[in-house]
């Protein structure tokens, strides 16, 4: 059973668009909606979070958008660059220091 | 420059091999996990652990084992290693108190059971 799903699994963006991830879960006892960026040969880490009680943090280029009675959760990356080419997981957990569990994954690809 | 140090970054093994992955934390973190990371299937929950002596099955647990006797160390164990363990292992650790910060993985390391 799938907690977190993602989507799309793979995205291609012209630099300077707007790159948008979603993901839906399952479980109402999540309390804390983390995305994590990774980059090729490298462990992923924290690029920002939400709880439940905000509809939106922002933290420069992104944003995640949060929709507590849809159960969605997005990522938008806003100005898109190359350095931004990563795979991006979403994920939830009952609480922060608590077991994430993760969405499958987006390839982000940002074309020059 | 706080980490997450797993010993191998590749390793071959061959079928019905024990294997051992190594993880070691230098934050005093009270919570590790292993976990493997598959394309198409991200990041899956192998074990955690929240303290010394403690350790709980996660999602994907059948044909692993673990071993926490330090605090800072987080072993990994597959009692017999099969191809269909041929993935990549991340371990990750995080602050009981966590202050926003998240999870600190490691590079992960690359197993290929032959």
């Known amino acids: 059973q799938q907690q977190v799903k993602q989507s799309p699994q793979s995205l291609i963006v012209q630099k300077g668009g707007i790159s948008i991830i979603n993901c839906a879960y399952e479980?109402?006892?999540?309390?804390?909606f983390p995305w994590y960026q990774q980059f090729p040969g490298k462990g992923p880490a924290l690029l920002i979070a939400?709880?439940?009680?905000?509809s939106e943090k922002k933290e420069g280029r992104f944003t995640i958008s949060f929709n507590k009675s849809a159960k969605q959760f997005s990522l938008h990356i806003m100005d898109s660059q190359p350095g931004d080419s990563a795979t991006y997981f979403c994920?939830?957990?009952?609480?922060?220091?608590?077991?994430?569990?993760f969405g499958k994954g987006t390839k982000l690809s940002v074309k020059p | 420059d706080v980490k997450v140090t797993q010993s191998s970054r590749y390793l071959v093994k061959r079928t019905g091999e024990k294997v051992f992955l190594e993880c070691v934390q230098d934050?005093?973190?009270?919570?590790m996990f292993w976990y493997r990371q598959d394309p198409g299937l991200g990041l899956r929950l192998i074990y955690f652990s929240y303290d010394v002596k403690m350790k709980e099955k996660g999602d994907i647990p059948e044909g692993y084992s673990v071993s926490r006797e330090k605090k800072e160390r987080f072993s990994l164990i597959l009692e017999s290693a099969s191809t269909n363990q041929t993935s990549m292992y991340l371990c990750a650790s995080i602050s009981r108190s966590e202050r926003g910060n998240g999870y600190t993985f490691g590079s992960g390391t690359r197993l290929t059971v032959v």
């Open positions: 994920a939830a957990s009952k609480r922060p220091g608590g077991n994430l569990i």
């Open positions: 479980n109402t006892a999540f309390d804390y």
């Open positions: 939400i709880r439940p009680d905000v």
């Open positions: 934050m005093d973190h009270e919570n």
